[in-house]
């Protein structure tokens, strides 16, 4: 209603693709044939795949707009001769392919999956080790989960919390390393025999707390085997702590100070990186590897976000169903 009444005052043109239309505000999406209806004379169209063009692929560019009316009807499109690469794999040897098609594909390279769904952990660490990094919504959500909980949550709220965002955002961390985070964190007695595990049992014998949450980061850092695998999460707590024990300001204010600074850092700069069709909206890749399980309408949401996924790269773009 705001836009409708703005053209009435100033000259307004919609430009834009109705398959893009993915995020959810809360309320359903304008029409297209609204736009279309309110819009009639001022419309433009996008017919002339550029990008692909410049990449010197017209061919998938022009493939993805022969597919729009499938998507349109909600309909998987047909493949058969397309310029899409696709394979079935196992969870299995997903690891192992994906290196090898870092290795094979040079460019800037983006691997998309569910945005309900994580990729497996063994997954997400393998690709962290070879230089990918996990793309993150600009609120931090897994951060912001920790901050709510270190300030409105019981004790153990708070334990489990922070276990669970080490848990997610560190990959390659042993067994007992994480056996004896949580028995740390719980405050649960244990006699560590290792001397840097004695000492932080030591220091911090009645569970949780901001001293202990900086100090196990400390440690978790000097571990080799750690990849940190929700790289800003980790860099922005690790401030919020820092202030927070020099300050005493409050936690949450911290947590909103630190994402408005980190706010409007590109994502388009990260070289390899592993997203959601949310989190890759708008950003443009050399090449593009789509995972999908047999659930993926559950997991994705609808044949819209396959449609963003398949119009990321440039260069080339691989389309892997995953068996059971």
């Known amino acids: 209603r705001m836009i409708v009444q703005l053209k009435s005052i100033l000259p307004c043109r919609v430009l ?48 993805l707009i022969g ?25 299995g040897n997903l690891s192992s392919e994906l290196i090898g098609l870092t290795h094979a ?27 990918y990094r996990v793309l993150e919504p600009n609120e931090l959500s897994a951060l912001r989960k920790v901050i709510t909980a270190l300030t409105e949550g019981s004790a153990s709220a708070r334990s489990d919390a922070v276990t669970k965002f080490l848990t997610r955002a560190y990959g390659g961390l042993p067994q007992d390393d994480k056996t004896f985070i949580r028995n740390l964190l719980a405050g649960t007695a244990q006699r560590p025999h290792r001397a840097d595990r004695r000492a932080l049992w030591e220091r911090h014998r009645n569970g949780t707390s901001v001293a202990l949450i900086q100090d196990l980061l400390a440690y978790i850092g000097e571990r080799d085997s750690a990849c940190d695998k929700l790289h800003e999460s980790i860099s922005a707590l690790k401030c919020i702590l820092e202030q927070h024990l020099v300050s005493n300001t409050d936690l949450k204010s911290l947590y909103a100070e630190e994402i408005a600074k980190r706010k409007y850092q590109s994502r388009s700069k990260v070289f390899r990186c592993i997203g959601s069709t949310l989190l890759v909206k708008g950003l443009e890749f050399d090449h593009v590897v789509i995972l999908r399980g047999h659930d993926w309408l559950q997991s994705w949401g609808n044949h819209r976000d396959l449609y963003v996924a398949l119009t990321r790269g440039s260069r080339s773009t691989t389309l892997i169903d995953l068996a059971a």
């Open 16 to 63: 834009g693709d109705d398959l893009q239309g993915i995020f959810d505000f809360g309320n359903d999406l304008v029409g297209w044939d609204v736009v279309k209806a309110e819009f009639a004379n001022d419309l433009g169209v996008l017919d002339t795949p550029h990008r692909w063009i410049k990449a010197e692929n017209e061919r998938l560019g022009r493939w």
């Open 67 to 91: 597919a729009r009316p499938d998507f349109r009807q909600n309909r998987e499109p047909n493949y058969d001769g397309s310029p899409i690469e696709r394979r079935t794999l196992t969870y």
């Open 105 to 131: 594909k040079r460019g800037r390279t983006c691997i998309i999956g569910a945005k309900a769904h994580p990729l497996p952990p063994a997954v997400e660490t393998a690709l962290v080790n070879k230089g």
